[in-house]
């Protein structure tokens, strides 16, 4: 099935007031909501819901009135999305993923288990997080450091892709996670992986586009966030994360390039986080900060 994708283009700041207003009208619905930058010298960004076909019709209607009643001289875009799986194409053979006491393989590699491993199943799809990309690595890496070292009550997986990430901390630890992300898709793919790895509850999915939806009120917060985004989006979410996470609680980070560590570090250190532990993977950074 096709996605649709409706968008308006605007600067950075009108475009988050827009999401609050997308957020506010969409909150009860499975869309995906978000915005991205399209050209940063001339501040050009948009901002999205990505809907089906069959849904289409409402959700230009509610995004509409949206426009109409505060954003008059915005028009709204539609991208239809082909329905083609690009990811599962390019990662088509890769090899069995050793970090920390995980092992993830896709299901033609289940020989590939030894004893001892925490062995978990993804097959390449519709969602990021394999455990080839050297942040995905590094997170699990620093999950298995983390949940060896202190005792964690429960965990966020704050852009969970294909649920990597929560099942291998649900699976270490036997903790209450929840896994969100902005992409319905993803959450989708992240459950059915979680089934296909015995994982049937511990983990609670939910797509959400910020910190305002209220999954993370139910069950935050948190002692364990594990965040594998990207740098610009995980310094803009500084005080949200912190706010959801407990006292003394533990953050890992990731999606960042070398390059960028320094102004993440900066960005967490301004609310209190202390620096723990950076690895690197492949030209990118894995960070553990603590509260």
Known sequence: MSEIRLYVQAGERLCETILDHLTIAFEDSEYAIATQEIDEDRDIWEASVYTTRADEEAARATFQAIVDADFPDLKIEREELPDIDWVAKSLEGLKPVRAGRFLVHGSHDRDERKTGDIAIEIDAGQAFGTGHH?????????????????????????????????????????????????????????????????????????????????????????????????AKPLMKLAPALVQNLAPGGTVILSGILASQRWKVLSAYNGQKLAHVKTIWRNGWVTIVLQG
Do not use: W, Y
Not at 159 to 172: E, P, Y
Not at 196 to 221: D, Y
């Open 134 to 230: 050297g942040t995905t690595a590094g997170c699990l890496e620093m999950i298995d450091l983390t949940l060896r070292k202190r005792t964690v009550r429960n965990a966020l997986d704050l852009g969970t892709g294909s649920g990597v990430l929560a099942i291998a901390a649900h699976k270490v630890a036997r903790i209450p996670v929840l896994a969100t992300d902005i992409d319905p898709v993803a959450v989708r793919v992240a459950r059915e992986n979680a089934r296909k790895n015995h994982v049937v509850s511990g983990i609670t999915f939910a797509a959400a586009p910020g910190f305002h939806h209220r999954s993370f009120a139910q069950h935050g917060p948190f002692d364990l966030i594990i965040a594998n985004i990207l």
